[in-house]
């Protein structure tokens, strides 16, 4: 079946802009996750949600970030006023369930560069 | 989580079989190895996961130590494609909270 889907692959935009980035996870998958990785660093843990619901926001870096998740399916991490920092790529992960131990399986990314 | 230990790099001819180890000499009881790979310019791939007994899908082979303190992924067939840095972790089944962690892997690269 279909894997984790992101769209842009890739995106260039101005500091100052707003940027959104979809995920679209496997079909059936109750569990969503959003991490990023900055050029040789590891992963970064952002933000999970069960269905709709996101219980833990501690891992986005800013108030500038938010993310949601609408009909259980896709979601949206959006970043506002964007910054040079905030260059990265933008992974997004789906799992059957939440903390069951089922393996998590990854999107291609979304490689955002900010100018 | 335990923490895993790997080598940082390793090669191998195409066609003949990777080895790639992996020490977690700490793993607890109701933790579970993971394999995942990364290809350049890709997402996190999983391979394979188990627990103690060996296991075996159409990616690999994982096979655990009979006291789990070390484990080896195994691709049968190495190709070109295989290229790419491999992780291993340890974490619960349940109870393992919801954030991955990759420690630094191990770079494989398959040669001609």
């Known amino acids: 079946g279909a894997g984790v889907s992101q769209s842009p692959s890739n995106k260039v935009t101005e500091k100052g802009k707003d940027v959104e980035l979809r995920c679209d996870p496997i079909s059936g998958h109750t569990a969503l996750y959003w991490y990023r990785q900055s050029l040789g660093q590891g992963l970064e843990f952002l933000i999970y949600?069960?269905?709709?619901?996101?219980?833990?926001k501690s891992g986005l870096p800013s108030d500038r970030f938010s993310a949601e998740r609408t009909g259980g399916s896709v979601s949206t991490l959006t970043i506002q006023r964007t910054q040079q920092e905030d260059s990265a790529v933008y992974l997004c992960a789906s799992s059957k369930q939440v903390d069951s131990g089922q393996p998590q399986h990854f999107g291609d990314g979304t490689r955002l560069s900010i100018l | 989580d335990a923490k895993t230990t790997q080598p940082t790099s390793m090669d191998c001819a195409e066609g003949r079989a990777a080895n790639l180890p992996c020490n977690h000499s700490?793993?607890?009881?109701?933790?579970?190895v993971y394999w995942y790979r990364q290809i350049h310019s890709q997402g996190p791939q999983y391979i394979i996961h188990?627990?103690?007994n060996n296991e075996t899908n159409e990616m690999a082979s994982l096979i655990i130590t009979e006291d789990r303190k070390s484990s080896t992924l195994i691709l049968p067939h190495a190709t070109l494609r295989d290229t790419a840095v491999y992780y291993c972790i340890v974490r619960p089944f349940t109870g393992g909270g919801n954030k991955l962690t990759f420690g630094t892997g191990t770079q494989l690269k398959v040669e001609l």
């Open positions: 949600f069960q269905g709709n619901s996101a219980p833990d």
């Open positions: 188990g627990l103690k």
């Open positions: 700490t793993i607890s009881g109701n933790e579970y």
